[in-house]
């Protein structure tokens, strides 16, 4: 079947570019690379040896992906080669050696498309399915297989898609041309209707969209399908999207069908509901989410894994926290991981949040001379009652708000507060909920139109955890090509660790190469709200990007 | 694996200069807009890629909106900008764009599963591209320092030059 399909899919690609290459097209491709040189460092409690991926004496790492995309006209065709050597500490173990990971060839008509080959998409939000990549976190979870859409003027929208997904480099040898295919199918359908366009209400756009979604994974093991669990999990969702003058308002009602939570236990009906209001208008920008999840585990493979830690690339869903994703670095010591609903006892979540945007405009009291942008965000939520009856309680809730402000040409100033409430026992079985207060201070003066400075002050104070730390960054840029900075995150309160890093990067129009020496902490790499937890390292980096 | 090298190697001798391909991405209001309509006013433009969780692409996109209405005396051209936040940050992404008062300037799309991205090669922000009235891109650049945006008024006044 993988072969099969891996054939077609080749011999078509070949003969269809060849022939489109006589013609005039363009060729677009990208370049990545990231490699790490670790170092053994005590204070940190990092042994390179410790990374089996790394082998007895291995201190290097590196990352690699080349993609390149072929264009003509209504025509595209197009390849990905992902390449681990071995893959970067806290990655995902599944990703060996180099494969080619996407191949497709599409074909776009004003109405209609169609594509053969690797793709990606999402049916509304994704709760119900997503496949998309996140090098960040190791993630690729491309579909393989066929997908057509067609549009009736603006009038609806259908796509159908049939697919295997992959997961990771496939096997331990890393074939080449494994794709790193599962064993798993989906099949899928979405359908948007517009009921603004077809009944010419101009003020107004409102919209009904609908999709469904089979997984086909085969049983092996009789003591499943006793207990109810089938091949088959059918899915749907049905959304409505409004809009008036500035305001919107969007709802979602997915069910996921028969989610595993337990293999000893009967499958649990997962399902989740998605609100958003808000209004966007006259320099205000207001957005309000609520979300609910019960037991939205919505695994890429659900069977053939059993037993084994499940990887964060195994997923074929978009479940993500719904709340500010911090960017400073003692704002993202404790970021929040969301409670999708995986166990007995932890069946899923509840809450929501409110983001408001502002900009006093230019000539204003407030606004001054050059116009001053604030925004807040409060978020909360809680774990929903588990099946064993264990409580609900507090997950996470936080209180940010921001402040920018231009003071003259050449300074401009931006101060953040965070207050950070997070459940450590709910997490990994601590034993309390903590409370962090963050102030960031992120200064930017322009000596010159092309040479400036850029200094960021940070304080965490908590009674909890680590207790206090603090950190500092410097920056010099020096435009067009040049950047160096320094940074040190210091844990004064508890463990007296500097985690300290610095590096110098260099662009060039399609080209950037950066180098660096750090310190980095244990914790989460968060990325599109996904986290992944990365262990300690130390050591230095060298990352290469380049598009043609 | 050599008749995949082969093809590659056939591709790239065949290769014109990058354009704007068709993707189908969001438009402020939340409807599908095909990104070869960009090409249809057929003047110059600035095509910026930025993430709300991007400090870099803010900076960038705010330089540029202060500078614009001095470049707009020079030159004739339009900036759009292309979020790539996920539908769990898209609603904010309009929010924030709105909070900065890009909307009034800029051209907004929203690429929330990263087609336009992919398909522009583009595997980090910021990235930035120049594209000429004909829709070729004549420049284009990743990450950002202050003082990087003068490159692309340069660019722009570079492709009306030739032009005439």
């Given at each position: 079947?993988?072969?099969?399909?891996?054939?077609?899919?080749?011999?078509?690609a070949?003969?269809c570019?060849?022939?489109?290459?006589?013609?005039?097209?363009?060729?677009?491709?990208?370049?990545?690379?990231?490699?790490?040189?670790?170092?053994?460092?005590?204070?940190?409690?990092?042994?390179?040896?410790?990374?089996?991926?790394?082998?007895?004496?291995?201190?290097?790492?590196?990352?690699?992906?080349?993609?390149?995309d072929y264009y003509?006209?209504r025509f595209s065709a197009g390849?990905?080669?992902?390449?681990?050597?071995?893959?970067?500490?806290?990655?995902?173990?599944?990703?060996?050696?180099?494969?080619?990971?996407?191949?497709y060839v599409n074909w776009r008509?004003?109405?209609?498309s169609v594509t053969v080959g690797s793709f990606?998409?999402?049916?509304?939000?994704?709760?119900?399915?997503?496949?998309?990549?996140?090098?960040?976190?190791?993630?690729?979870?491309?579909?393989?297989?066929a997908r057509a859409t067609?549009?009736?003027?603006?009038?609806?929208?259908?796509?159908?898609?049939?697919?295997?997904?992959?997961?990771?480099?496939?096997?331990?040898?890393?074939?080449?041309?494994?794709?790193?295919?599962?064993?798993?199918?989906?099949?899928?359908?979405?359908?948007?209707?517009?009921?603004?366009?077809?009944?010419?209400?101009?003020?107004?756009?409102?919209?009904?969209?609908?999709?469904?979604?089979?997984?086909?994974?085969?049983?092996?093991?009789?003591?499943?399908?006793?207990?109810?669990?089938?091949?088959?999990?059918?899915?749907?969702?049905?959304?409505?999207?409004?809009?008036?003058?500035?305001?919107?308002?969007?709802?979602?009602?997915?069910?996921?069908?028969?989610?595993?939570?337990?293999?000893?236990?009967?499958?649990?009906?997962?399902?989740?509901?998605?609100?958003?209001?808000?209004?966007?208008?006259?320099?205000?920008?207001?957005?309000?989410?609520?979300?609910?999840?019960?037991?939205?585990?919505?695994?890429?493979?659900?069977?053939?894994?059993?037993?084994?830690?499940?990887?964060?690339?195994?997923?074929?869903?978009?479940?993500?926290?719904?709340?500010?994703?911090?960017?400073?670095?003692?704002?993202?010591?404790?970021?929040?991981?969301?409670?999708?609903?995986?166990?007995?006892?932890?069946?899923?979540?509840?809450?929501?949040?409110?983001?408001?945007?502002?900009?006093?405009?230019?000539?204003?009291?407030?606004?001054?001379?050059?116009?001053?942008?604030?925004?807040?965000?409060?978020?909360?939520?809680?774990?929903?009652?588990?099946?064993?009856?264990?409580?609900?309680?507090?997950?996470?809730?936080?209180?940010?708000?921001?402040?920018?402000?231009?003071?003259?040409?050449?300074?401009?100033?931006?101060?953040?507060?965070?207050?950070?409430?997070?459940?450590?026992?709910?997490?990994?079985?601590?034993?309390?909920?903590?409370?962090?207060?963050?102030?960031?201070?992120?200064?930017?003066?322009?000596?010159?139109?092309?040479?400036?400075?850029?200094?960021?002050?940070?304080?965490?104070?908590?009674?909890?955890?680590?207790?206090?730390?603090?950190?500092?960054?410097?920056?010099?840029?020096?435009?067009?090509?040049?950047?160096?900075?320094?940074?040190?995150?210091?844990?004064?309160?508890?463990?007296?660790?500097?985690?300290?890093?610095?590096?110098?990067?260099?662009?060039?129009?399609?080209?950037?190469?950066?180098?660096?020496?750090?310190?980095?902490?244990?914790?989460?790499?968060?990325?599109?709200?996904?986290?992944?937890?990365?262990?300690?390292?130390?050591?230095?980096?060298?990352?290469?990007?380049?598009?043609? | 694996?050599?008749?995949?090298?082969?093809?590659?190697?056939?591709?790239?001798?065949?290769?014109?200069?990058?354009?704007?391909p068709s993707v189908?991405?969001?438009?402020?209001?939340?409807?599908?807009?095909?990104?070869?309509?960009?090409?249809?006013?057929?003047?110059?433009?600035?095509?910026?890629?930025?993430?709300?969780?991007?400090?870099?692409?803010?900076?960038?996109?705010?330089?540029?909106?202060?500078?614009?209405?001095?470049?707009?005396?020079?030159?004739?051209?339009?900036?759009?900008?292309?979020?790539?936040?996920?539908?769990?940050?898209?609603?904010?992404?309009?929010?924030?764009?709105?909070?900065?008062?890009?909307?009034?300037?800029?051209?907004?799309?929203?690429?929330?599963?990263?087609?336009?991205?992919?398909a522009?090669?583009?595997?980090?922000?910021?990235?930035?591209?120049?594209?000429?009235?004909?829709?070729?891109?004549?420049?284009?650049?990743?990450?950002?320092?202050?003082?990087?945006?003068?490159?692309?008024?340069?660019?722009?006044?570079?492709?009306?030059?030739?032009?005439?």
């Amino acid at each position: 079947m993988k072969k099969t399909v891996i054939t077609t899919i080749a011999a078509m690609a070949f003969s269809c570019v060849m022939t489109m290459a006589q013609e005039k097209g363009y060729v677009s491709a990208s370049l990545e690379s990231t490699n790490h040189f670790y170092v053994e460092d005590e204070a940190n409690n990092f042994i390179p040896a410790n990374q089996p991926q790394l082998g007895e004496d291995g201190i290097y790492a590196s990352n690699n992906y080349l993609k390149v995309d072929y264009y003509n006209g209504r025509f595209s065709a197009g390849t990905q080669i992902e390449g681990y050597f071995p893959y970067l500490v806290g990655y995902p173990t599944n990703l060996k050696k180099m494969t080619l990971s996407n191949l497709y060839v599409n074909w776009r008509d004003d109405s209609y498309s169609v594509t053969v080959g690797s793709f990606y998409d999402q049916f509304g939000s994704g709760l119900l399915f997503r496949s998309w990549e996140d090098r960040t976190l190791g993630l690729n979870n491309a579909i393989v297989g066929a997908r057509a859409t067609y549009n009736f003027k603006d009038y609806v929208a259908v796509k159908v898609l049939w697919g295997i997904p992959r997961l990771g480099t496939g096997n331990d040898n890393g074939e080449f041309f494994g794709f790193g295919l599962t064993k798993v199918n989906v099949a899928g359908a979405d359908l948007s209707i517009s009921l603004s366009d077809i009944f010419s209400m101009n003020a107004v756009s409102l919209a009904l969209e609908g999709s469904v979604l089979n997984k086909h994974e085969a049983i092996s093991d009789d003591y499943l399908v006793e207990r109810g669990y089938s091949p088959n999990i059918l899915g749907w969702s049905g959304r409505v999207n409004f809009g008036y003058d500035g305001f919107f308002a969007k709802g979602e009602y997915v069910d996921a069908g028969k989610q595993m939570v337990n293999p000893f236990n009967p499958p649990a009906d997962g399902n989740a509901q998605l609100i958003e209001l808000g209004y966007n208008g006259r320099g205000l920008g207001v957005t309000m989410t609520g979300r609910r999840m019960k037991h939205m585990t919505q695994r890429l493979t659900t069977y053939s894994m059993l037993g084994t830690d499940n990887p964060v690339n195994n997923i074929l869903s978009y479940r993500p926290a719904m709340s500010t994703q911090y960017t400073y670095m003692l704002t993202t010591l404790n970021p929040y991981s969301p409670e999708v609903g995986d166990k007995i006892n932890k069946s899923g979540e509840i809450g929501g949040q409110i983001d408001a945007f502002y900009n006093f405009r230019r000539g204003t009291k407030i606004g001054g001379k050059r116009g001053m942008k604030i925004h807040a965000n409060f978020a909360t939520y809680y774990s929903l009652k588990g099946a064993d009856d264990t409580p609900s309680e507090l997950l996470f809730r936080d209180f940010s708000v921001d402040i920018e402000k231009q003071w003259t040409k050449k300074f401009k100033s931006t101060l953040l507060y965070s207050m950070q409430n997070y459940n450590k026992r709910h997490e990994n079985n601590g034993v309390y909920i903590g409370l962090s207060h963050i102030v960031v201070a992120d200064l930017l003066y322009k000596f010159t139109p092309k040479f400036s400075t850029r200094m960021e002050l940070q304080y965490l104070a908590s009674k909890d955890d680590q207790k206090d730390w603090m950190a500092g960054l410097i920056e010099v840029n020096f435009a067009p090509h040049w950047s160096v900075f320094v940074s040190d995150m210091y844990n004064h309160g508890d463990s007296k660790v500097h985690y300290y890093n610095g590096g110098v990067s260099f662009a060039m129009n399609h080209l950037r190469v950066a180098a660096g020496y750090g310190r980095y902490r244990a914790g989460f790499i968060c990325s599109g709200g996904v986290c992944r937890e990365i262990p300690a390292y130390t050591g230095a980096n060298l990352t290469l990007t380049a598009s043609f | 694996m050599k008749r995949l090298i082969l093809c590659l190697a056939i591709l790239i001798s065949a290769a014109a200069a990058a354009q704007v391909p068709s993707v189908t991405v969001e438009d402020s209001k939340g409807e599908s807009f095909n990104t070869k309509e960009l090409l249809k006013e057929g003047t110059p433009m600035i095509i910026s890629f930025w993430s709300t969780s991007c400090k870099p692409c803010i900076r960038e996109l705010d330089a540029v909106y202060d500078a614009l209405p001095d470049w707009l005396e020079e030159a004739d051209f339009r900036v759009v900008a292309v979020s790539t936040d996920d539908s769990r940050l898209l609603a904010k992404a309009k929010s924030f764009a709105e909070g900065r008062g890009w909307g009034e300037e800029y051209t907004l799309l929203f690429d929330k599963n990263q087609d336009f991205m992919r398909a522009m090669n583009v595997s980090v922000v910021p990235h930035v591209f120049v594209v000429d009235a004909n829709g070729k891109i004549v420049y284009s650049h990743t990450s950002y320092v202050p003082g990087n945006e003068l490159e692309l008024f340069e660019a722009i006044k570079k492709s009306q030059k030739k032009k005439k």
